[in-house]
Structure formats: C-alpha cells, structure tokens
C-alpha cells in the first residue's frame, strides 16, 4: 500500500474509532439518566409522551375536608348540570386541604365510566394523599347503585396497593341539595 492510501485508511478508521467512542459514551449517558432522578422541573419523557408536574406556588391551599357534608358543599358547588353522570375526584394533601379537583368521566345520562387507572394517573400526578370521589345523578335521587358501591370498593382496593386513601365516595343529585355519603353508609 502506498504512503497515502495508508493515511487514508488511518485517518477513515481514526474517524470510526471517535464515532464508536461517542455513541458508547453517549449509550452510558442515556443508561445513567434512567438511573438517576431527574431534577425537579425536569420532564420525564416515556416514549412519545412526555409528563411535566408544575406546581403553582402561588395558589393557596384549599379548604379543609373533615367531614361528608364538606365534600358535598365542593361537588355540588361545582357540578355541572347538563343531564350527564360526571365522575369526579378531589384530591387532598395529608392535612386533607383540598390541593385540587378533576373531572375523570363524563358520561351519558345513566352512566359513566371509570377506571381505577383513569382516577389514580391524576391522584398520583397531583401529590395527592387522598382522595374523595363524586359523581352525580342526573335523575336527582342520590341512592347509590349495585355498580356505584362495586366501583367504590374496587377504587379502596386500588388505592391501597398505591398508598392513597379513598376518603369518601358522595353521590349528589341534580337539582338537589341532597347527598349519600357511602362511606357513612359503611361502604368505605
């Protein structure tokens, strides 16, 4: 091989080497960021989805949860009344302030559907230590359905296993001041 060739050659597998080098590098550098905890403010990226806790400093903590009647006067202050069943929770921090309340489902007129997984993503997401569940009956009669106290326990179950407690489920109907509390009723 002539002089030249041969340095073409170095300089072609000198390029390859650093190329090898850097993607190894950068391969440990991905490895170690799975490892280690991002920094707070960091987006977690899982895929193509990326999820961002941002808390507001500036808000204040909401009212105080001690009782059923108090979780009723937040829902049925804030429940909409379209004809739907919506499915809603409110999340309370350990001194059961209120830090925020989310709509889960919206459904149709006699139903609404809700995955424990649906309701705990945001009880997670928001820091929540507890959580109270609500959802409405657009007939305006409150007593709880075979399904309404089947869903209350599988959520208790669910809330177990992830270290958030399940407070109170209140069922609420339209047009009424009226409410079931079924954890009054032995259900939670």
Known sequence: MTAPATALTDAVDTIQRQRRSAAAA????????????????TPYTIGNLTVSIVRDAAVLPGPVVRKPADSAA????????????????????????????????????????????????VAILGGAAAIVCSHNHPSGDPEPSAEDIALTRRLAQAGALVGIEILDHIITGNGS????????????
Do not use: C, N, W
């Open 26 to 41: 950068k391969a440990a550098e991905t490895r170690r960021a799975r490892l280690e905890p991002a920094p707070i403010g």
């Open 74 to 121: 937040i829902f049925t202050s804030t429940q909409p009344d379209d004809g739907r069943e919506h499915f809603r929770i409110m999340l309370v921090d350990v001194r059961r302030r209120v830090i925020g309340v989310h709509t889960v489902s919206v459904g149709s007129q006699s139903v609404s559907i809700v995955h424990p997984r649906e309701v705990f993503r």
């Open 177 to 188: 001041e009226r409410f079931v509390s079924l954890k009054e009723r032995g259900v939670v």
